[in-house]
């Protein structure tokens, strides 16, 4: 346990630029167009309806943060194919699994309050 807190805390920045990125719902979009299959710059803006520079934005942004990895066609430099890169999200899964624990361990510590035999004398 204490390994998996000291890689929680050493993810930090990471955490907060991969909970960044996905805070816009194009990039949600693409993260799950992503999850079927890698897919080329062109299909993902298609697939948004919006426009190639409008998606390249939102590609660097995936791209800086790690979420997603550029690969260019060997036969035409002009296209880019975009997959996920995993390791971001084995830590944000980590920092959840740590996040759910504690509310877990919070809301089992409720429940044996109130579930405690009462007693009939005033607390004093």
Known sequence: MM???TIIANM???LDATLAALADPTRRHVIEMLRERPRRAGELASAA???GPAMSK???VLRVTGLVEEERVAHDA???VYR???EPFVALQAWLDEVEA???DQLEAFKRYAERPQSKEPIT
Do not use: E
């Open 12 to 14: 930090g920045n990471d």
């Open 102 to 104: 504690f509310w877990s």
């Open 49 to 51: 309806a919006m426009s």
């Open 78 to 80: 002009r296209v880019h």
């Open 84 to 86: 996920l890169r995993p």
């Open 58 to 60: 939102h590609l660097r």
């Open 3 to 5: 390994r998996l807190w």
